[in-house]
């Protein structure tokens, strides 16, 4: 089993930045694709970012594209999430997930595992 727990969400002012981490227990995530997810209040859950298992494949949603930027650290067990020049929309709790999968391109379309999120706000 793998545990995710993620931390740093808080307040910002728009245009500020936070960054997000998504550290894992139980396992080696390091096989591991890993996304980013957010749900704002009465809205769905949606894809934000994701990254292979070697980080050479990164994917966006077109919404945070130059934004946001995914990336992690296998030695640690965490990926993480840089958010800058942060808008008030961005406002929603943030996940991570992750799925066994060892191919360079990586795999977002399943997710067994998910963390319990982390607030962020954005105020305008």
């Known amino acids: 089993q793998v545990q995710l727990e993620e931390s740093g969400g808080g307040l910002v002012q728009a245009g500020g930045s936070l960054r997000l981490s998504c550290a894992a227990s139980g396992r080696t995530i390091s096989t591991y694709t890993v996304g980013w997810f957010r749900q704002a209040p009465g809205k769905e859950r949606e894809f934000v970012a994701g990254i292979s298992w070697s980080s050479s494949s990164t994917r966006y949603t077109d919404f945070v594209k130059g934004r946001f930027t995914i990336s992690r650290d296998n030695a640690k067990n965490t990926v993480y999430l840089q958010m800058n020049s942060l808008k008030p929309e961005d406002s929603a709790v943030y996940s991570c997930?992750?799925?066994?999968?060892?191919?360079?391109?990586?795999?977002?379309?399943?997710?067994?595992?998910w963390g319990q999120g982390t607030q962020v706000t954005v105020s305008s």
């Open positions: 997930a992750a799925t066994y999968w060892t191919g360079d391109t990586g795999r977002y379309n399943r997710w067994d595992y």
